[in-house]
């Protein structure tokens, strides 16, 4: 049988982590023939409510699932991993300022950043989940100089299942008759989700919709603003669906994206399409094998230029901030 996987989740007691793990388990990420060894990070605090998980996993008596070890040392858990996914974060509280949340969260990944450096496996692949996250994997990499910065992810792939799901709602599509969707720059509130390349069953999507304010006044800032949507609904922020998000791109990642379409991925900008080099910036790639390539020659109008330049704007101010307090 295959030899197993070793995938690192950090944050695996949160709720995230509560989807997520059981998710991996059941073999949706590494598909039916792998079996997988999770090597779950927690704070120390938070190890007693992991124990209780991993017993949930192994009530669950996952076929593929081969061991579990868990502890708060990010040198023993991430040694030998094949894949990190960086989903603990330090959450905005009360009072926190912008600053103090890049603060919290660069201790984080600049401490992961060079575990992953010293422990991980020769073909490790990370993703971020953790928010900030493009600017958490912009330390990670910046951390782990002895990891081709190609390694390094951060997750927009929920803003790009949100973005189909809200065209497909729209036009009465399937969600399976979409393609080519584009998330680009950070994810957060200035992403631009772009549909000017996104076909509906081959055709253009923008041409079937023929709503420019549609587009610019309702699909963008819905997709957008999700997130905080789903907390003033459930009372609580997007946990399954990040999750699932979170597999989506992992999979795809090492398993290849589909033939014919695209996935969004923020990763480390080659200076692509104006984004300047270093970057950890959301783009249109294909997947193969464990590595990406941005789409290249895409028409890119003035609308989207804009919405382009300010979302990466925002990615170069977090980057000169965190650049300032002596993380990167
Ligand atoms: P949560 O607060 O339920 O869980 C986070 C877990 O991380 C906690 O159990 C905490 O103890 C742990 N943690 C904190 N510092 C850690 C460290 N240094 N090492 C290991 N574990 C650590 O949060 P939730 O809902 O699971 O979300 C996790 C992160 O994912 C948040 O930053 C959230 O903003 C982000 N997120 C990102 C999305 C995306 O699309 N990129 C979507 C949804 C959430």
């Not at 938070?46 to 699932?65: H, I, R, S, T, Y």
């Not at 922020?237 to 597999?247: C, F, H, Q, R, V």
């Not at 090492?254 to 950890?280: K, T």
């Amino acid at each position: 049988s295959a030899t197993p996987v070793k995938v690192a989740v950090t944050g695996a007691a949160g709720q995230i982590g509560y989807s997520l793990l059981f998710r991996i388990a059941a073999g949706d990420l590494l598909g039916p023939d792998t079996p997988v060894q999770l090597r779950l990070l927690e704070i120390t605090p938070a190890l007693k409510a992991l124990e209780g998980v991993v017993m949930e996993l192994d009530d669950c008596a996952f076929p593929l699932l081969d061991s579990v070890e868990i502890g708060d040392d990010a040198n023993t858990i991430f040694d030998g991993a094949n894949l990190a996914l960086l989903v603990g974060a330090r959450p905005r509280t009360k009072g926190m300022e912008r600053g103090d949340l890049l603060e919290a969260n660069g201790a984080i990944f600049t401490a992961q950043g060079k575990a992953l450096n010293d422990h991980a496996a020769d073909d490790i692949r990370i993703g971020v989940t953790g928010n900030p996250a493009n600017t958490n994997a912009l330390i990670a990499k910046t951390n782990a100089p002895d990891i081709p910065a190609e390694r390094f992810s951060a997750l927009t792939r929920l803003d790009h299942n949100r973005a189909i799901s809200q065209l497909a709602a729209k036009t009465g599509a399937k969600v399976t008759d979409i393609t080519k969707m584009t998330i680009w720059g950070n994810h957060s509130a200035t992403q631009y989700p772009d549909i000017f390349h996104a076909e509906i069953a081959g055709r253009n999507a923008a041409e079937v919709v023929n709503d420019q304010a549609w587009i610019a006044d309702d699909f963008i800032p819905t997709v957008a603003k999700r997130g905080a949507a789903i907390i003033e609904a459930r009372g609580a922020s997007s946990a399954a669906s990040a999750a699932s998000a979170t597999i989506d791109a992992a999979r795809d990642w090492l398993r290849g994206s589909a033939e014919g379409d695209w996935v969004s991925m923020a990763v480390s900008s080659d200076g692509s399409y104006g984004v300047p080099e270093g970057l950890i910036s959301s783009f249109p790639v294909i997947t193969k094998n464990g590595d990406w390539e941005i789409v290249q020659g895409l028409d890119i109008d003035d609308f989207s230029r804009a919405k382009i330049d300010a979302s990466v704007a925002e990615l170069a101010e977090e980057r000169d901030a965190v650049t300032k307090l002596g993380l990167i």
